[in-house]
Nanobody
Framework: VQLQASGGGLVQAGGSLRLSCAHSGFTYDDRAIGWFRQAPGKEREGIACISNRDDNTFYEDSVKGRFTISSDNAKNTMSLQMNSLKPEDSAVYYC??????????????????????WGKGTQVTVSS
């Protein structure tokens, strides 16, 4: 499985960014895919995830209402629309995936060390 993230950058507080993750190589249709982020000195955490089987989504509380995750299976892409960005959203963002039947919440709340597939990170910096 290969995951390729893009779309990070520098934006002012209150602005928007859209991250994309192109994926390939999945063997099975059942999977969970999502976005984790890691700020300096902090653990990598899941913030927005989607379950491929039923489009079940989960958002971590700090991004709920501001971020929207979507998946286009025909195009093998996943996106994260980030609005109303805050300086505390600054982090390296990673797309991640598992080929399992799992609810989006459970995938997002997994320890990063147990996640099977990762893309390279993309830096998001929000200036105040």
């Amino acid at each position: 499985v290969q995951l390729q993230a893009s779309g990070g950058g520098l934006v002012q507080a209150g602005g928007s960014l859209r991250l994309s993750c192109a994926h390939s190589g999945f063997t099975y249709d059942d999977r969970a895919i999502g976005w984790f982020r890691q700020a300096p000195g902090k653990e990598r955490e899941g913030i927005a995830c989607i379950s491929n089987r039923d489009d079940n989504t989960f958002y971590e509380d700090s991004v709920k209402g501001r971020f929207t995750i979507s998946s286009d299976n025909a195009k093998n892409t996943m996106s994260l629309q980030m609005n109303s960005l805050k300086p505390e959203d600054s982090a390296v963002y990673y797309c991640a995936a598992e080929e399992v039947i799992i609810r989006a919440r459970a995938f997002c709340q997994r320890s990063a060390s147990t996640v099977d597939f990762w893309g390279k990170g993309t830096q998001v910096t929000v200036s105040s």
